[in-house]
């Protein structure tokens, strides 16, 4: 069964403030969950920085510019950013009021 479907379930079983209420702490959940993805990002990505001695939005335009090379360090640490700037970008979504 699609995810959609499940929601369609819910919304015939519950009326709209128990479903708010089941959705409030699923939304809770994720959100925590993307915070904690975040701070572990955050720790790998602080690593990198203190070794090359530069801050990541510095590291990642000069990166995609090509004028680092490509060591697989700058790979890692570029996808990290990018999870990050995901990670980031979700979590301000989910904390926008409705």
């Known amino acids: ?3 959609l479907d499940k929601l369609k379930i819910l919304t015939d079983i519950y ?3 128990e479903l708010a ?5 699923f939304f809770d959940i994720a ?7 975040l701070e572990r990002h955050e720790l ?5 920085e203190e070794q090359y001695g530069m801050e990541s ?3 990642y335009h000069r990166f995609e510019a090509g004028e680092l090379g490509d060591a697989m360090d700058f790979f ?3 996808g990290l950013y990018e999870l990050r700037q995901d990670i ?11």
């Not at 209420?21 to 702490?25: A, S, T």
């Not at 790998?44 to 990198?48: D, L, S, T």
């Not at 980031?88 to 409705?98: A, G, H, S």
């Open 1 to 3: 069964m699609k995810a």
């Open 76 to 78: 890692e640490w570029s």
């Open 31 to 37: 959100l925590s969950q993307h915070r904690q993805r």
């Open 15 to 17: 009326d709209e403030a």
């Open 88 to 98: 980031i970008e979700k979590i301000k979504r989910m904390e926008e009021p409705y």
């Open 44 to 48: 790998n990505i602080h690593k990198f």
């Open 57 to 59: 939005d510095k590291f």
């Open 21 to 25: 209420q089941i959705l409030g702490k």
